[in-house]
């Protein structure tokens, strides 16, 4: 569907969990006509775009502040064990360093796993985000970035006097 300024509209379905309905993320999600569906059975405070394979977990710096270490891991463990592809939302209006150095100790704890941490600022800023992740990685687009890659690739190599001069040796 072509909207003004010949851009494409996106629209996907987005499980949320039952625990954000009526979040402002969840508001804004479908007002921009994506399909929200809720659910009980996932992890509170998730958002999982299916056809994507990600899933983020929505947390404020705040609220992880006065929770205990043992059950921020246990629960960002158990979220990382279900999602193959996931991201860690923390949201602060401001990113001091009490909120650099939580993000930094979440970080060091899940070293090596396929957890990814994104700082944000408001709702607005994370619904933008967790949208272009979510676009950029569906099949149909994931597919259209890589053909679009290669044509790029492709014209750099051809234009290249690198290649040129190696070609003549």
Known sequence: MAQGGGEETWS?????????????????????????????????GSIIFSLSGVAFLLANAQDLFVTSREALFDRVEKFISV???CFLVIAAALHGPNEWNLMFNIQQRFLGSNLRIIPVHNSADTVKMILTI?????????ANIQGRLLKAKTHIVEISNVWKVLDRI
């Open 83 to 85: 999602h193959r592809n």
């Open 12 to 44: 996907t379905t987005v499980i949320v969990s039952s625990s954000l309905r009526g979040h402002d993320v969840a508001t804004s999600l479908q007002s921009q006509h994506h399909k929200v569906r809720y659910s009980e059975s996932v992890e509170s």
């Open 134 to 142: 979510a676009k950029v990685t569906s099949k149909p687009h994931l």
